[in-house]
């Protein structure tokens, strides 16, 4: 396999997994926010993910960027504009399918669409782009190098934001319902209550999304 191909791969896999989590934490943020109060989550969440912002600023800033700024590396925006250059560079590999899905993510983005949409709808619409994009990868792709190089790159980057959201949810002031935040924030609320319901604690949700081996969503998973 050509070394373009497979680095191309291994990004196209980070840079959906980022746009989709992306998608995750600014929706369970906009939940928790309003406009009148300021988002101590979201602020550490930004600081977490390498985008500081002032300890007063609220959602909106947040919500720019971690969503739509294109200027911003961490943003969905972003990810999807590199997801979409990636696989430019490995068309001849990917199926038309899942090029065509890929594609139409980008020209929602490309086309300001986003910009006009309530953010909550435009989450969903971002991450319903990227699980189209997974399943028609998932479908269509044969297991080989190529696949393994891309399942790498949604691995790796599954475990870095994982690790960032379980620190940004540590060090933010406490909140009611801070596990159910975190949990929240890494889809994994309710495997945690289907298999650890009867421990509603902090300290249970962080260990299951450090270590429990059947979480698609846990580290030691990923890993």
């Given at each position: ?13 980070r ?6 989590d992306?998608a995750?934490v ?33 959602s ?7 969503g739509t700024?294109?200027?911003s ?9 590199n997801?979409?250059?990636?696989a ?7 199926t038309?399918s899942s ?5 139409r993510?980008?020209?929602?983005v ?14 969903r619409d ?8 997974i399943?028609?990868?998932i ?16 691995y ?9 959201i379980?620190y940004?949810?540590?060090?933010a002031?406490?909140l ?13 609320q ?13 300290t ?6 450090l ?13």
């Amino acid at each position: 396999m050509l070394s373009r191909i497979a680095e191309s791969l291994f990004w196209i896999g980070r840079y959906i997994e980022r746009a989709d989590d992306q998608a995750r934490v600014l929706t369970v943020n906009l939940e928790q926010s309003t406009e009148a109060d300021t988002s101590s989550f979201g602020v550490e969440l930004c600081r977490a993910m390498g985008a500081p912002l002032e300890p007063g600023a609220g959602s909106r800033e947040v919500w720019s960027q971690l969503g739509t700024d294109p200027d911003s590396p961490q943003s969905m925006v972003t990810a999807l504009n590199n997801c979409r250059d990636s696989a430019r560079r490995a068309r001849e590999i990917l199926t038309t399918s899942s090029w065509e899905a890929i594609n139409r993510a980008w020209r929602k983005v490309a086309s300001g669409r986003l910009d006009l949409m309530r953010p909550p709808l435009a989450c969903r619409d971002v991450h319903d782009h990227c699980a189209m994009i997974i399943g028609t990868l998932i479908g269509t792709m044969p297991r080989d190098e190529a696949w393994h190089f891309l399942m790498a790159g949604r691995y790796i980057e599954r475990i870095d934001m994982t690790a960032r959201i379980i620190y940004a949810t540590i060090v933010a002031p406490a909140l009611p319902a801070h596990r159910h935040l975190l949990l929240q924030s890494c889809g994994a609320q309710q495997s945690f209550v289907m298999s650890r319901g009867q421990e509603d604690t902090l300290t249970a949700s962080v260990d299951f999304l450090l270590r429990d081996w059947l979480c698609p969503r846990s580290i030691v998973f990923c890993l």
